[in-house]
Nanobody, 127 residues
Framework: QVQLVESGGGLVQAGGSLRLSCAASGRTSSRYAMGWFRQAPGKEREFVAARSASGGSTSYADSVKGRFTISRDNAKNTLYLQMNNLKPEDTAVYYC????????????????????WGQGTQVTVSS
């Protein structure tokens, strides 16, 4: 019902910044909670950030709190992840996810809660 396409990944030095984008298409008129996850080689997919449909509620993994910011431009149907002060341990494939919700304040931090996923974008942070 909704398609997600990430972009904005790349190679950056430690301490640098990147902004990831996730463009949504399809039934974007519905109410969706959205999130960002990442998966490093040999590791399980992990939660990075989540945002309620209304934007009034957000959540961040402890490892990125204070450095990453999740936001959304409703007019463009695009979710963003601003990543500052990047560290080598942030290297991973980053995925955006969406889940249709009944309430605008709902958000999810577990990957199994999300039905819709993008294809991922690679972020590599060099030391």
């Amino acid at each position: 019902q909704v398609q997600l396409v990430e972009s904005g990944g790349g190679l950056v030095q430690a301490g640098g910044s990147l902004r990831l984008s996730c463009a949504a298409s399809g039934r974007t008129s519905s109410r969706y909670a959205m999130g960002w996850f990442r998966q490093a080689p040999g590791k399980e997919r992990e939660f990075v950030a989540a945002r309620s449909a209304s934007g009034g509620s957000t959540s961040y993994a402890d490892s990125v709190k204070g450095r990453f910011t999740i936001s959304r431009d409703n007019a463009k149907n695009t979710l963003y992840l601003q990543m500052n002060n990047l560290k080598p341990e942030d290297t991973a494939v980053y995925y955006c996810a969406a889940e249709k919700v009944e309430f605008s304040f709902t958000y999810y931090v577990q990957s199994y809660e999300y039905d819709y996923w993008g294809q991922g974008t690679q972020v590599t942070v060099s030391s």
